[in-house]
């Protein structure tokens, strides 16, 4: 596939410190279902975390790290859920009235695409909840881990001139919590069968093709389905304030130029330097698939980072 991506960064706030996720703590211990973490809405940062001091060049901004934004509000209805048990999460979009807002433009697809994640990055969903009539969204959803996760909402209002936001509140997830380190980088995961490979570098400032070649017991998969109105679906997340990126391919499936594979490619800035975890949606067979990459932007791997990760249990946890 040709076509390069070009990438949406949402506006908002540029953070802060990277290096280990964020986590409940450094023991092994309960989260009780009363408890929910503390804010992480608004954040300030050094030099380096709101510009590259690698390209010269002013950093894209990026989202999700306000519960705010634009006179739109993410009302979490949901802050706490119980590990491995299935159960609805509820929010609604606010505006600045305080009314839930019921008008959303359609983009890729969806009225609204939901993200969460963990603060270390080892599990990931992407939703589509259902919006009922009063503008309150649900979709049942079951993670398997105790600890503080992340929620994203990906939207653009109804209205002329709204700019598309991701907005972010956090979620308590309760149990036993069991401290996961942030998966070593890689640049083939496996999930389901299926093996990806990730050519070419994540830059602060600076625009890079990233290119996710699909394969599948070592013969290249050359007829990748349509989701979400593409071939492939990337979301970018920094580890430490998890900053979100979210990324489509130019081309559409069908237009006579967009190829089905085996190669989906990327142009991507990142907004500084860090560690990025990287999740990949592509559909097969009618199902959807995600693979999950650990990726380093301005920073050298230097065997005291190294020290810090341990390989990843798993391709990374998913749900559509």
Same mark, same amino acid.
């Given at each position: 596939m040709h076509a390069g991506l070009k990438i949406t960064a949402f506006a908002a706030a &540029?953070?802060?410190?990277? @290096?280990?996720?964020?986590?409940?703590?450094?023991?092994?211990?309960?989260? $009780?279902? @009363?408890? +929910?973490?503390?804010?992480?809405?608004?954040?300030?940062?050094?030099?380096?975390?709101? +510009?590259? /001091?690698?390209?010269?060049h002013e950093s894209p901004p990026a989202g999700g790290l306000q519960i705010s934004e634009n006179g739109y509000t993410l009302d979490l209805r949901t802050p706490r859920l119980a590990a491995g048990r299935t159960a609805d999460l509820r929010f609604a979009i606010r505006g600045e009235d305080g009314r839930a807002v019921t008008a959303?433009?359609?983009?890729?697809?969806?009225? &609204?695409?939901?993200?969460?994640?963990?603060?270390?990055?080892?599990?990931?969903?992407?939703?589509?909840?259902?919006?009922a009539a009063d503008g309150t969204w649900s979709i049942p959803v079951s993670l398997p881990r105790a600890g503080d996760y992340r929620v994203f909402a990906d939207f653009t209002p109804e209205k002329k001139g709204a700019e598309t936001l991701t907005l972010g509140a956090d979620l308590a997830v309760?149990? $036993?919590?069991?401290?996961?380190?942030l998966p070593?980088?890689? $640049?083939?995961?496996?999930?389901?069968?299926?093996?990806?490979?990730?050519?070419?570098?994540?830059?602060?400032?600076?625009?890079?093709? &990233?290119?996710?070649?699909?394969?599948?017991n070592g013969r290249p998969v050359t007829d990748l389905q349509p989701y979400l109105g593409a071939y492939g679906h990337l979301v970018a997340l920094r580890s430490g304030d998890l900053a979100y990126l979210h990324v489509h391919p130019g081309g559409e499936p069908?237009?006579?130029?967009?190829?089905? /594979?085996?190669?989906?490619?990327? +142009?991507a800035t990142a907004p500084s330097? @860090?560690?990025?975890?990287?999740? &990949?949606?592509?559909?097969?067979?009618?199902?959807?698939?995600?693979?999950?990459?650990?990726?380093?932007? @301005?920073?050298?791997?230097?065997?005291?980072?190294?020290?810090?990760?341990?390989?990843?249990?798993?391709?990374?946890?998913?749900?559509?």
């Open positions: &540029l953070a802060a410190t990277f @290096g280990t996720a964020y986590g409940v703590g450094q023991g092994v211990g309960p989260v $009780t279902e @009363g408890e +929910t973490p503390a804010r992480h809405d608004a954040h300030t940062g050094d030099s380096e975390s709101a +510009t590259s /001091g690698h390209s010269g959303f433009r359609r983009e890729h697809d969806k009225e &609204l695409h939901l993200i969460v994640a963990s603060r270390d990055l080892n599990t990931y969903r992407h939703l589509h909840p259902t919006r309760s149990g $036993t919590y069991a401290p996961q380190n070593a980088p890689n $640049t083939t995961a496996t999930t389901e069968g299926y093996e990806v490979k990730l050519g070419g570098a994540l830059r602060p400032g600076a625009a890079r093709e &990233l290119k996710l070649t699909v394969s599948r069908g237009d006579g130029s967009t190829e089905s /594979g085996p190669d989906i490619s990327f +142009t330097s @860090g560690t990025y975890r990287l999740f &990949l949606d592509f559909k097969h067979e009618g199902k959807v698939h995600t693979a999950a990459f650990t990726v380093r932007a @301005g920073m050298a791997a230097t065997g005291e980072e190294a020290s810090e990760e341990a390989p990843h249990e798993s391709s990374g946890e998913h749900g559509h």
